[in-house]
């Protein structure tokens, strides 16, 4: 089972678990040296809306914005 989520923000648990899954997806195109870097990238964002899967043991498994 899956749990989908969103949100205006990322908690900072999420957060760290995107960066991750980030940096594995882009790792020499866009990938990003520190979460700051993250969240200087999602600061430039307007209107944000965070769409992300859960499983159930409550690790991230995609996420879009």
Request: hydrophobic content about 40%; overall charge negative; glycine content about 2%.
């Amino acid at each position: 089972m899956f749990n989908f989520q969103r949100s205006s923000s990322l908690p900072l648990h999420i957060k760290s678990q995107v960066f991750e899954l980030w940096n594995e997806e882009f790792p020499s195109v866009i990938g990003l040296d520190e979460l700051q870097d993250f969240d200087n990238y999602l600061e430039l964002l307007q209107e944000k809306e965070h769409i992300y899967l859960l499983n159930n043991s409550k690790i991230l498994d995609a996420w879009s914005v």
